[in-house]
């Protein structure tokens, strides 16, 4: 399996593999409007996309290890260091920079070196997980390696910091959009940040075009059942796909449990 270059919560590396069996025979361009850790591009490897995500620091993150990937490996390789040889204070020095200036190296090494990985940010967007003192953060040396590689891969997407609608606007039939947004189980009408009866509208506007979607969405997690019941006329076949156990429920009370997500396909 493929190592993460940007760790991000709902990661669907461990489901990668299951849901591109799912891919249509062929596509033009390829679109993913919530691209986060990116498991589901690096997987489908296109040569055409279009990604994004409205987290305009996770974009220049992305656009870094695209375009400069040596000087972003070598900015890590300094702050890893420095964190070595100075100390706890280096991360929470580091951390209020970046809660500042919203550097993308920054973050890239926050994000590495913090309690298992869990980028997590305020309603101020400003970066507020802890060091994670037991473990040192990956060495610079096999980190420059995986941003090399993510960096050869992605040399054909354009990422850009937008709203979902406006990431996937110019896509048109025979392309394919993979949407994978935030999303929890509620009786509201709003995902996350997600408006819900906005997204099912924009859905419908994707079926009106003739662009096929791929759509994470949902679950179950162990005996809870938080299946959202979309509009049947949205979607042709509706997949669960298994994704292992859930880290953040592990993380949270030591113990794991058995996660199968939705996967919805509108062809």
């Known amino acids: ?38 498991s589901m591009l ?9 990604c994004g ?8 993150l992305w656009n870094e290890i695209k375009n400069n990937p040596i000087e972003l490996s070598e900015a890590y390789r300094l702050r890893w260091t420095r964190l070595q040889i100075e100390g706890y204070q280096t991360y929470y020095e580091i951390r209020d920079d970046f809660n500042k200036n919203r550097s993308p190296e920054d973050l890239l090494f926050l994000s590495r070196t913090c309690v298992n990985g869990l980028i997590r940010f305020n309603t101020n967007g400003d970066f507020n997980n802890s060091l994670h003192h037991t473990r040192p953060g ?3 040396d096999s980190l420059e390696k995986i941003i090399l590689d993510w960096s050869k891969h992605i040399q054909g997407t354009e990422f850009i910091a937008a709203d979902y609608t406006i990431t996937t606007e110019m896509a048109k039939e025979g392309d394919l959009i993979y949407l994978d947004p935030p999303y929890f189980h509620t009786k509201g009408r709003y995902y996350g940040t997600i408006d819900f009866e906005t997204f099912l509208t924009n859905l419908e506007k994707l079926n009106s075009k003739g662009i096929k979607y791929m759509l994470s969405f949902d679950g179950i997690r162990g005996e809870d059942d938080f299946t959202v019941e979309l509009p049947k006329e949205l ?13 953040f429920k592990k993380v949270m009370d030591k113990e794991s449990i058995l996660v199968s997500e939705s996967l919805y396909l509108n062809w």
């Open 42 to 50: 690096y997987a489908i490897n296109p040569v055409d996309a279009i």
């Open 235 to 247: 979607y042709k076949r509706h997949e669960l796909i298994p994704s292992g156990n859930s880290s």
């Open 1 to 38: 399996m493929f190592k993460p270059v940007i760790k991000w919560s709902g990661s669907k590396r461990s489901q990668s593999s299951k849901i591109k069996e799912f891919l249509p025979n062929k596509f033009n361009r390829y679109y993913e409007p919530f691209i986060g850790g990116g």
């Open 53 to 60: 995500d409205i987290c305009v620091p996770l974009i220049d």
């Open 138 to 140: 990956i060495s610079p």
